[in-house]
């Protein structure tokens, strides 16, 4: 993730200045789940969150934060995760005047829309396909920052493998998997997402935009060569796991964590934190996050608690950071 777990949603909602981003990057990499319909919920959380928080000050918004440090076998912080606090944003919204718990709902409902249309557009798109979309100023963003820029959301398709072997020849070079974990899980597809590129004319968009009076202006551009992330479908007869791969660099050390209690396990000899619902439901998914010893490789493993124990998880991990 980036400097902070929520930067992608802020960013969309400050875009201060253009950012180049890709909001579909895992916003929650330690409670994303596979259905489409449980991510938006985590999604909407998180847009209203914010929203709160940048109408009552921008440092409310990490108010009462927990962070858990990962640490690697030489002690060096690898990785930092931090819940916010949901009950204490709720709090904070019952505080604003009715005029700005509107504003709230509008902006989330606007950002949502934002979302799912970039969902849309990229779910009709080759692998490997990138492009940007121009988003142009809403009323509340000015409000929020009159210095606000028009915000370019820049996407990408992953491509899709049905086989570690083919999967392989593309991202082996960064990471190493196992075909099997645990007992009975098997590999059963494989995503691989590079970064888009930032060559894009802002200008020409802006100008497009203006003379067409459309919602936004979506134009290709190229596939850069930096590898983002990928996730790897295991299935077992009880159901599937979910792994997803980052590696991680000097400036993507968090991730955050919304509505989840975790805790700090050990898996061998390598630190790594455990996520499940704050409420325990048979469908809900808990995970198991961590950073590879001796890489910069962060793997996350999700699986819904009716398929797999919090004792399974640790042991497919343990399997996993084996492979070679």
Known sequence: MDKNPFNRMREMLLSKPVPKVDVKDKVMAAVYA???????????????????????????????????????????????IEQMSEVQQQQLKQQLTPAQKDSINNRSDELMRQLDIGEQIVDGLNPGDAIAI??????????????????????????????????????????????????EFKFAEGKASYLPSDKYDQEAMKAELENTKKDYVVK?????????????EYKGQKGSSFLDVSI???????????????????????????????SNHGESFHSLQWVKNGTKVSYNLRAKMSVSTKEELIKMAEQINQAK
Do not use: C
């Open 34 to 80: 596979k259905k489409k319909q449980e991510e938006k919920v985590v999604k909407k959380k998180i847009g209203l969150l914010l929203t709160v928080g940048l109408l009552a000050g921008a440092s409310s918004v990490w108010a009462g934060m927990e962070m858990i440090q990962l640490k690697n076998e030489k002690g060096e912080v690898v990785l930092e």
């Open 220 to 232: 290709p551009i190229p596939l850069s060569d930096k590898f983002r992330d990928a996730e790897i």
């Open 134 to 183: 121009y988003w142009p100023l809403t009323e509340f963003q000015l409000q929020a920052n009159p210095y606000s820029k028009p915000f370019i959301d820049v996407r990408a398709k992953p491509f899709t493998y049905t086989t570690w072997k083919d999967m392989e020849q593309k991202v082996g070079h960064l990471f190493k998997i196992p075909v099997e974990i645990g007992t």
């Open 248 to 278: 991680l660099d000097d400036e993507k050390k968090r991730v955050g964590a919304i509505d989840s209690v975790f805790e700090k396990v050990m898996i061998g000899n390598n630190e790594g934190v455990y996520f499940h619902p704050s």
